[in-house]
């Protein structure tokens, strides 16, 4: 691949001159334009009236004063008329680099464009940028300029600038100066950015690798070995419930308050300071060896202890499946077994009273109401009795309707006998006799139905009469039946409650039985470090961005 070739530099300078001969022409620094090629040759004055014109001028005798050349005012004027054109930046450009080319002694744009045209080269043919791109091995040869048709080109005689003393400028170019100055700016941009990169090299050794190098450190060296036992159990609730608790008696829903209430009371300080109580929890963590970041004071509050024990005692309930799950850390792995066993049962002692609980409160309300049915059905029996021994009979309504009976036929008699005194007296001369006998019967009849009546209504002896005992009796027994029932419905309802109970039952099962670990399972070094390296990080992200928002709004 050939790219195109980059401008030569070059320095413009006017050489001193006598004021009778003008103002001195520019020269280029470089070397002089090369002879014409072979194809091209020198106009003739007989062949070109200008090249004659010049002839006959040079012929002429030198005139006195200061004038200008025919060849600088011709050249200002062609200059003026290519001004004239309008060519554009990116024209004058590419007619610059031609004439460098060709090592042509150009003075400015506008000169390179007249001085290809003098040469017989259109600077704005766009061939001219293709001559421009040059193989490497050719860097010394000289292209000839390509032309559409050869034949139309025109031959133009050539000038030679005269040799003159060319000396180096003391003045920088634009383009160089330029070029100095974006230099400058580069190495001062190049500075600055070495500058803030060292000095947020620093903040970041300071502020996050340092703390982290710190932080792996302890972990590595200093930590001392934790050992974990892992256990898992469940709660589970008896199989033979019914309605909506049947329904739910197969999933975690059934037991989840009883997990719930498990899991808190061994996250609790009731349940730490039962541990330490049963097998040294803080002993343990006091040991001299442990490093001195975990390990527990010998005179630590409770509140101490407690912070110790949630970090090392880590319980997770699984609604979805119902499990506990504990992990015991310790710096022995036989300790930490046994905390994990000794925390199973008391979860397990926990699980049993609340069941119990639950069906006791349960059991004690039917106990209560089944003893008020038979305390109030004892009542009414010993009531009855009682109306009953009043009386002295056996069977009252018997007795009344033997009465009753009794008064029917006693009526009846004294209705037989009033009709029959009625009979005796409808005579003219009844007999005496009779007619006493008659009215004698009927008194007597009429007594004994005053004493069956009284027997069944009068009140003997400061006693209920018959009746009024009947009718005492008869509510004695309804009540009596009404009790009754009352202690049916509660032996049936203690017997409700008793299944109920034993359906509220709640068993704790070990699924996962704690194993001494032969390896620790704590500190974890390297994800520890990698966590406290991000936290580091986003510790100083976030204060960097708030220190230039806040620096953005103080100088805005």
Avoid: C
């Amino acid at each position: 691949m050939t790219t195109k070739p980059k401008a030569k530099k070059f320095r413009i300078r006017r050489n001193p001159a006598s004021p009778a001969e003008g103002p001195a022409e520019p020269v280029r620094k470089s070397a002089p334009a090369p002879a014409p090629a072979e194809e091209t040759k020198a106009p003739t004055p007989a062949t070109d009236p200008s090249a004659r014109a010049r002839a006959e001028q040079a012929a002429r005798p030198a005139m006195k004063g200061q004038v200008s050349s025919a060849r600088e005012t011709n050249a200002e004027t062609e200059i003026e008329a290519i001004k004239k054109e309008g060519l554009t930046g990116r024209q004058l450009r590419m007619a610059r680099r031609v004439a460098q080319k060709h090592n042509l002694p150009a003075t400015s744009d506008y000169d390179a464009v007249r001085l290809l045209r003098l040469s017989g080269i259109d600077p704005l043919k766009r061939s001219n940028m293709l001559e421009l791109v040059v193989p490497k091995n050719e860097g010394e040869k000289q292209v000839q300029p390509k032309e559409d048709n050869p034949s139309s080109k025109v031959q133009l005689p050539q000038t030679v600038a005269p040799q003159k003393q060319n000396l180096p400028s003391t003045e920088l170019s634009p383009a160089e100066r330029r070029d100095r100055e974006i230099s400058q700016i580069q190495r001062d941009i190049a500075k600055r950015r070495r500058k803030k990169l060292l000095l947020l090299l620093t903040r970041l050794s300071a502020f996050v690798f340092l703390p982290t190098l710190i932080v792996g450190w302890y972990f590595y060296v200093i930590a001392t070995p934790m050992y974990s036992s892992k256990s898992e159990f469940l709660i589970l609730q008896a199989d033979n419930a019914s309605g909506i608790g049947g329904l739910l008696s197969g999933t975690q829903f059934a037991t989840s308050q009883d997990s719930i209430a498990v899991q808190s009371y061994l996250e609790s300080k009731d349940g730490m300071l039962r541990l330490d109580r049963d097998v040294g929890f803080r002993n343990e963590f006091s040991q001299p060896w442990i490093d001195p970041i975990q390990r527990l004071s010998a005179d630590a509050t409770n509140e101490e202890a407690y912070k110790t024990y949630s970090r090392n005692v880590k319980i997770g309930y699984d609604p979805a499946d119902g499990v506990i799950r504990m992990e015991v850390i310790a710096p022995d792995p036989g300790i930490a077994s046994e905390f994990s066993e000794k925390l199973i049962s008391y979860a397990e002692e926990r699980v049993n009273n609340l069941s119990v609980k639950k069906r006791s409160d349960q059991m004690k309300d039917a106990q209560e109401g089944l003893q008020i049915a038979e305390d109030k059905r004892r009542e009414a029996q010993e009531n009855l009795v009682e109306l009953q021994i009043k009386g002295a009979l056996l069977d009252p309504e018997g007795v009344i309707a033997s009465l009753r009976s009794r008064i029917n036929s006693v009526e009846i008699q004294l209705q037989e006998k009033e009709l029959e005194l009625a009979a005796l007296l409808d005579n003219t001369r009844p007999n005496r006799a009779k007619v006493d006998g008659v009215r004698g019967d009927i008194e007597r009849l009429g007594n004994v139905l005053d004493e069956l009546n009284a027997q069944m209504t009068d009140a003997s002896n400061g006693e209920n009469s018959l009746a009024q005992l009947a009718v005492r009796i008869q509510m004695a027994q309804a009540d009596l039946v009404t009790r009754d029932a009352m202690l049916q419905a509660s032996l049936q309802q203690m017997e409700t409650t008793r299944m109920e109970a034993n359906r509220q039952v709640r068993y704790l099962t070990t699924s996962v039985y704690p194993v001494p670990s032969q390896e620790p399972s704590y500190p974890r070094a390297f994800e520890n470090t990698i966590l406290a390296f991000l936290v580091f990080s986003g510790i100083y992200l976030m204060i960097s961005l708030t220190a230039s928002i806040l620096r953005e709004q103080v100088t805005s």
